[in-house]
Nanobody
Framework: QVQLVDSGGGSVEAGGSLRLSCTASVDQISRYCIGWFRQAPQKEREAVATIDIEGNTRYIDSVKGRFTISRDNAKNTLALEMSSLKPEDSAMYYC????????????????????WGQGTQVTIAS
């Protein structure tokens, strides 16, 4: 069984930066499609960034140039560096993972992922 623990959320002013982290209890994190989702109140949970088994990254348009997803294969950790934060970035953020054998991109939906972190709140003051 895969267990994910995410952390790093908090409150920051618009234009600020924040770094989220996710620790995976797996032997090789590179064997999974892994990414970050976010969900704001009354809105659908959406993938914001993913990284596939080859290390290719994908982002939704609204965060391109501002967010960077990275993976540390030695530590089995995932990070999301966020900068130039906007009020619309406010949401509960979750790391998520799925087995290999399928595509890995932001087009994927919640039901495509098998393993989830508990969520970490990100609040951007307007």
């Amino acid at each position: 069984q895969v267990q994910l623990v995410d952390s790093g959320g908090g409150s920051v002013e618009a234009g600020g930066s924040l770094r989220l982290s996710c620790t995976a209890s797996v032997d090789q994190i590179s064997r999974y499609c892994i990414g970050w989702f976010r969900q704001a109140p009354q809105k659908e949970r959406e993938a914001v960034a993913t990284i596939d088994i080859e290390g290719n990254t994908r982002y939704i348009d609204s965060v391109k140039g501002r967010f960077t997803i990275s993976r540390d294969n030695a530590k089995n950790t995932l990070a999301l560096e966020m900068s130039s934060l906007k009020p619309e970035d406010s949401a509960m953020y979750y790391c998520a993972a799925r087995p290999t054998g399928h595509g890995c991109g932001t087009y994927l939906r919640r039901h495509h992922f098998d393993y989830w972190g508990q969520g970490t709140q990100v609040t951007i003051a307007s």
